[in-house]
T-cell receptor, first 111, second 121 residues
């Protein structure tokens, strides 16, 4: 499979719990992005990695959010003390030079 | 700040009709890229086209065509002879560069709110 994989596809969690999502990019892609998409809206940029370095973070990424990309391969996005406003689709994308390939996303529901 | 406006929230057509999805953008950059993505109910964003701001030539790919007009800051998307499988949410997006390309530059995409297209049989 040469696509971008995200796990899990769906996650339901209680408010206040921590959640972690995983993204496996296309293997030769050195750039990795996280976006968040709420209902009825377009995706919004969260953060960007080039290899293992996190080079850009959006103001949307509060202190409760943290992303890592150890060894420049897969990436994780953790949300601590989830709130109902965190309910959204979290999309990962990767690229080599230009042009993104998006994964299918992780849909988070906070109850 | 960069902005993408898709004024049409929802469009409904009957199969075989032609349909145009509008996209208007705002940017101060002289070099930028414009994109269209399709998001079917499965949720995955499917890349359709990437257009450089210096290339105003219209493009046709099968039943899809794109009309880029820099003078009006528009990048409209037309589906000819629509089919039920075209039903999806379509997003227009504009790139914003992080760094120059010689520093391993990359792009952040600014998306519009999307247009939901329903093609009825």
């Amino acid at each position: 499979d040469t696509g971008v994989s995200q796990d899990p596809r769906h996650k339901i969690t209680k408010r206040g719990q921590n959640v972690t999502f995983r993204c496996d990019p296309i293997s030769e892609h050195n750039r990795l992005y996280w976006y968040r998409q709420t209902l009825g809206q377009g995706p919004e940029f969260l953060t960007y990695f080039q290899n293992e370095a996190q080079l850009e973070k959006s103001r949307l990424l509060s202190d409760r959010f943290s992303a890592e990309r150890p060894k420049g391969s897969f990436s994780t996005l953790e949300i601590q003390r989830t709130e109902q406003g965190d309910s959204a689709m979290y999309l990962c994308a990767s690229s080599l030079r230009s042009g993104y390939t998006f994964g299918s996303g992780t849909r988070l529901t906070v109850v | 700040a960069q902005k993408v406006t898709q004024a049409q929230t929802e469009i409904s057509v009957v199969e075989k009709e032609d349909v145009t999805l509008d996209c208007v953008y705002e940017t101060r950059d002289t070099t930028y890229y414009l994109f269209w993505y399709k998001q079917p109910p499965s949720g995955e964003l499917v890349f359709l086209i990437r257009r450089n701001s210096f290339d105003e030539q219209n493009e046709i790919s099968g039943r899809y065509s794109w009309n880029f007009q820099k003078s009006t800051s528009s990048f409209n998307f037309t589906i000819t002879a629509s089919q039920v499988v075209d039903s999806a949410v379509y997003f227009c997006a504009l790139s914003e560069n992080f760094y120059p390309s010689e520093q391993g530059g990359s792009e952040k995409l600014v998306f519009g709110k999307g247009t939901k297209l329903t093609v009825n049989p």
